[in-house]
């Protein structure tokens, strides 16, 4: 999914949100969960953590953070993902 968003274009911030809205509280939390493993903390910063209890916090109540903390939580969870890939 990686994708670039340019966010001084309405449409790529639509688009963004639109993104961000694929993951539901409960997946967000998944990320979260699987990122504090014992064999994948050590690949994941206290702030990347943080950014997607954010980032789960913000989806409990169907809410937006900014649109750079969109746009870091989808590239850690990308990261999850190309993690998990090679697994």
């Given amino acids: 999914m990686a994708r670039e968003y340019d966010l001084s274009d309405p449409t790529d911030l639509e688009v963004l949100k639109s993104d ?40 409990l109540y169907n809410s937006h953070p900014s649109a750079k903390q969109m746009v870091w939580a989808l590239k850690i969870v990308d990261k999850i993902e190309e993690i998990k890939g090679e697994v």
């Fill in 20 to 59: 961000f809205e694929f993951y539901s509280a409960d997946e967000w939390q998944e990320f979260i969960d699987w990122s504090l493993l014992p064999e994948n903390k050590k690949k994941f910063s206290y702030d990347e953590r943080g950014c997607l209890m954010a980032a789960r916090k913000k989806a």
